[in-house]
């Protein structure tokens, strides 16, 4: 998923203030006993399994849980979920640190998964052995990003998130711009420059009211997205700040951000799903996660007014991993459930429901996948765009450090220039900011 797919902190200070936040967000779905006397039960009897979530998942929205409750009767499943990334993730690094406090799985996000494997890899079970499970029914450079150099597996990939671009057609037609996602596609195709080009047209034909695109953030992720390499190259060096496609990145979102083409609006922020709600913008860069945030933050009279069109560039924004803590109270059962939620199966139902694109390719000839409609896109074939998306990936350059330097950018980058700062200055505050939290 996903969503709120953001960002790391470390060290003194921030342990300290998570350790609080952690126990409350990790360690409150735990369960040190009840009267059944059995260690993780309920009240009936049946073994709790607890999950630490992120944003939108939609494993409960999908009904998996009930389904998978109804095969397995001794089951009873029961998720924690944090909507933003930042505030879950670094209470989870407090947990691994500690090895305490953790649930029996936790979700991984994409940004956060080289560290992770680095780091705290021991914590993890290797779930290339857990029963079942089978390497090659995943995208392979999905399954590398969560394997070892000892070749364990600490996490299963739920989705991936091939990247396109979402856009309202009844603002579009009110701007005087294409509707038909392929003429739409044809606007920018090839270039994130044209994207810009299109946004300066919209605004002439739509005047003060809406904006193109929703937030300087997502357009410089989406952007980010579609380059091998970024923030780290081949060698593990951090390279950010000599990286020109970086600095592209960070010019062209710095341009959109002067001429008013995008909110001044950081994402998955309460102010930004109020942008959402009133319909704000016209566009918004848009991995299939975001469909489901979409639905879930819009009015009902938003249904059908949007659609999806190929991107600039093809690229992955987003992405998750499940993986069951060694210190879990029911790890085999953790395992079973991890492989079950994960199959291709599972993810195809999960698509359908919450437009979270498989990352086993075992789905994409699945009913579920290639007959997707979503409610938000009306009868727009979301099965057959993003497929066709998630086959031109680039293999990317997943580094310890990604989110740190992605929010650094965007969150103390380039949202500045919306608000009065020069592109000069916005990109040595985010280099300072940056440079700051690599150091502790």
């Not at 998570?18 to 126990?23: D, K, M, Q, T």
């Not at 605004?203 to 989406?222: H, R």
């Not at 009902?300 to 069109?309: C, F, L, R, T, Y």
């Not at 919450?354 to 579920?368: H, T, W």
Request: hydrophobic fraction near 40%; proline fraction near 5%.
């Amino acid at each position: 998923m996903r969503a709120a797919r953001t960002r790391t902190a470390r060290k003194a200070m921030v342990l300290a203030a998570v350790v609080s936040l952690g126990a409350g967000l990790l360690a409150g779905c735990a369960d040190d006993g009840d009267d059944s006397g059995k260690s993780g039960g309920d009240s009936s009897g049946k073994t709790k399994i607890s999950l630490g979530l992120f944003g939108a998942m939609g494993f409960k929205e999908a009904g998996l849980y009930t389904e998978y409750e109804k095969l397995h009767p001794d089951i009873k499943i029961e998720e924690n979920v944090i909507e933003r990334n930042e505030n879950y993730y670094p209470a989870l690094v407090n947990h691994l640190t500690t090895n305490s406090g953790l649930l029996d799985i936790q979700a991984i996000e994409v940004g956060n998964i080289a560290e992770v494997v680095e780091t705290q890899a021991a914590k993890f079970t290797d779930m290339s052995k857990a029963e079942g499970v089978k390497p090659d029914a995943w995208l392979d450079w999905k399954w590398q990003q969560a394997t070892t150099k000892d070749g364990a597996t600490i996490g299963l990939g739920t989705d991936i998130g091939p990247m396109a671009v979402c856009y309202r057609k009844d603002l579009f037609e009110k701007a005087g711009l294409p509707t038909d996602r392929e003429e739409v596609g044809k606007l920018w195709a090839g270039d994130w420059g044209k994207l810009v080009e299109a946004g300066e047209k919209y605004k002439k034909g739509a005047g003060k009211e809406t904006s193109f695109m929703d937030s300087p953030g997502g357009l410089l992720n989406a952007i980010l997205s579609s380059e091998e390499q970024r923030f780290y190259d081949t060698s593990g060096k951090v390279v950010y700040k000599d990286n020109p496609a970086v600095k592209a990145a960070f010019d062209l979102t710095a341009k959109a951000a002067k001429e008013g083409l995008v909110q001044s609006q950081t994402q998955f922020q309460p102010a930004w799903d109020q942008t959402i709600s009133n319909n704000k913008f016209a566009t918004v860069a848009c991995p299939p996660w975001m469909l489901g945030y979409l639905k879930s933050k819009s009015q009902p009279d938003a249904a059908g007014k949007w659609d999806v069109a190929a991107p600039p560039k093809a690229g992955n924004w987003g992405g998750t991993f499940l993986g069951v803590p060694k210190s879990g109270k029911h790890v085999k059962e953790a395992e079973a459930l991890v492989a079950w939620l994960t199959a291709p199966e599972q993810q195809a139902k999960l698509f359908a429901v919450q437009g979270s694109f498989p990352s086993a390719p075992g789905a994409y000839g699945m009913s579920q996948v290639t007959g997707a409609k979503n409610e938000m896109t009306g009868d727009a074939p979301i099965g057959e765009i993003f497929a066709k998306a998630a086959s031109s990936i680039p293999t990317q350059v997943i580094g310890p450090k990604d989110q740190i330097m992605q929010q650094g950018l965007t969150d103390n980058g380039v949202i500045l220039v919306t608000q009065g700062k020069s592109a000069k200055d916005a990109w040595e505050t985010a280099v300072k900011t940056i440079d700051n939290n690599l150091e502790k």
